[in-house]
């Protein structure tokens, strides 16, 4: 499975963006999927999950109320809507898959995830 992460860039403190993953295999379906991110000179940390089926999610604390992490298994993709973007939240952020026989499960170790997307860029300016 290979995953495309897109949708960074910069915007202002305050604003809104919406990153996708998409996946280039129908394996989507039966994966759990997360979003995790790494600022430069930290270690990469867990942003939010969505189990297989899309009705269990998880969110670091650091982003509850502000993101909202969705799927759509149709189109083998899977998003992160970020609202009230604040500077600590710039970071390269990537979707990361794997597929699982557990369909309410949430993961959000990475440990768990063997498909990673390139990872995408959001600055966030004050």
């Known amino acids: 499975v290979q995953l495309q992460a897109s949708g960074g860039g910069l915007v202002q403190a305050g604003g809104s963006l919406r990153l996708s993953c998409a996946a280039s295999?129908?394996?989507?379906?039966?994966?759990?999927m997360g979003w995790f991110r790494q600022a430069p000179g930290k270690e990469r940390e867990f942003v939010a999950a969505?189990?297989?089926?899309?009705?269990?999610?998880d969110y670091a604390d650091s982003v509850k109320g502000r993101f909202t992490i969705s799927r759509d298994n149709a189109g083998n993709t899977g998003y992160l809507q970020m609202n009230s973007l604040k500077p600590e939240d710039t970071a390269v952020y990537y979707c990361?898959?794997?597929?699982?026989?557990?369909?309410?499960?949430?993961?959000?170790?990475?440990?768990?995830?063997?498909?990673w997307g390139q990872g995408t860029l959001v600055t966030v300016s004050s």
């Open positions: 990361a898959a794997f597929s699982t026989v557990y369909s309410a499960h949430v993961y959000s170790a990475p440990s768990f995830y063997n498909y």
């Open positions: 295999v129908r394996t989507f379906s039966i994966s759990a």
């Open positions: 969505m189990s297989r089926s899309g009705g269990n999610t």
